[in-house]
C-alpha cells in the first residue's frame, strides 16, 4: 500500500524525515504560512499545502500524521481546526507522531528524567504542552505518538556561525545542564516508529550525552581553533525572556526506550561527534 505523510507545519525536523522517506516512494503534504515557502517545499519533492486548510479534503488517502505545529493559550491548533476531521480518518490512518519537547518535565535541578516521570513544568511553554499532549490523548480512537524532544541541533543550527561573528555566549548557571537531540536522530526515530507502529506510546529522543551549554560552546570553540567566549554568570547576563526560559529547567532525559523498543541506534550519541560531523560537512561545501 502506498504510504502518505501529511506533514503538518512541515519545519526543519519534518524536512529531515522527508529526506529519508522520499526516496522509498513516500508521498508528502507539507503545510507552511509563508507564500515564499510554497516553490521551496516543490523543489523538495513536498505537496505544499497553505495554512490553515481543510482537514477533511487533506486527509484523504493519508495513511501517517506528523505535527509539530505548537500549542497556543486555547490549546492545540491543529484539534481546533480539525478535530472531527482526523476521528473521521482514524479508521485508514496508521500512525499520527505529535512532537513535544522534555520541558514537561519541568525543573529536575540536573537529575535524570524517563517517560514515566511526572510533568511538572514551570513555564508558560511546558504548561501548554502538557495540555496540547492531553488533549491528543483524550482521542483513543487516534492512533497516537507522542515524542519528547530535547534541544535540536544540526545542519544550520549549530554554534559555529556565532561563534564566528562574535555574537556566542558562554553563559554559565551552576547545575545547568541540557540533553539535545540531533535532527537526523530524530528522523531516524520518527521513521522507526512509523515502521513499528505503538499507539499510545511516549518516546523521549534525546543524545547519551547531556551536559552544560557552557561545553557545547566551548567544544566548538576548540574545533574552529579559537579561544572560548568569556563566561557570563547567568544572574548578569542581558537575555530576552524567551532565552531566561531555556535556563530555567536543568535535567538529564533517559532515551532507552528508543533504543530497546524501536532498535534505534543513534548516529551522533554524544555532542562532540555531532559538532565535529556538522563541521567537517561546512567546510567541505
Not at 576548540?222 to 535535567?251: H, T
Not at 534505534?264 to 554524544?270: A, G, R, S
Request: glycine share 8%.
Amino acid at each position: 500500500m502506498k504510504k502518505t505523510l501529511l506533514s503538518l507545519g512541515h519545519g526543519y525536523t519534518a524536512q529531515a524525515l522527508a529526506i529519508r522517506l522520499l526516496p522509498q516512494g513516500w508521498t508528502i503534504l507539507g503545510t507552511y504560512r509563508d507564500p515564499a515557502q510554497e516553490a521551496e517545499l516543490r523543489a523538495q519533492g513536498i505537496t505544499p499545502l497553505q495554512w490553515p486548510i481543510d482537514l477533511d479534503t487533506a486527509l484523504k488517502d493519508v495513511t501517517h500524521v506528523l505535527t509539530s505545529i505548537r500549542p497556543d493559550k486555547d490549546g492545540d491548533p491543529v484539534l481546533r481546526l480539525g478535530k472531527d476531521a482526523l476521528l473521521k480518518a482514524a479508521p485508514n490512518l496508521e500512525w499520527i507522531g505529535y512532537l513535544s519537547t522534555t520541558g514537561v518535565y519541568g525543573d529536575m535541578d540536573g537529575g535524570w528524567v524517563d517517560e514515566d516521570t511526572p510533568l511538572d513544568p514551570g513555564g508558560l511553554r511546558g504548561k501548554m504542552r502538557v495540555l496540547a499532549e492531553a488533549e491528543w490523548q483524550a482521542l483513543p480512537e487516534l492512533p497516537l505518538h507522542i515524542f519528547r524532544l530535547a534541544g535540536i541541533y544540526g545542519p544550520g543550527r549549530g554554534p559555529f556561525a556565532k561563534l564566528r561573528n562574535g555574537t556566542a555566549r558562554r553563559i554559565i548557571k551552576k547545575n545547568q545542564v541540557f540533553s539535545r537531540a540531533h535532527v537526523e536522530d530524530i528522523a531516524q526515530v520518527l521513521e522507526a516508529s512509523m515502521k513499528a507502529p505503538n499507539a499510545g506510546q511516549i518516546y523521549n529522543v534525546c543524545d547519551d550525552s547531556p551536559a552544560p551549554p557552557q561545553d557545547i560552546l566551548a567544544y566548538a570553540a576548540e574545533l574552529l581553533g579559537m579561544d572560548p567566549p568569556p563566561e557570563i554568570p547567568f544572574e548578569e547576563a542581558e537575555m530576552s525572556p524567551m532565552a531566561r526560559s531555556f535556563y530555567s529547567d536543568s535535567k538529564r532525559v533517559r532515551n532507552d526506550r528508543i533504543k530497546e523498543e524501536l532498535g534505534v541506534v543513534l548516529k551522533y550519541p554524544n555532542y562532540r561527534d555531532a559538532l565535529k560531523a556538522m563541521l567537517d560537512e561546512e567546510t567541505a561545501t
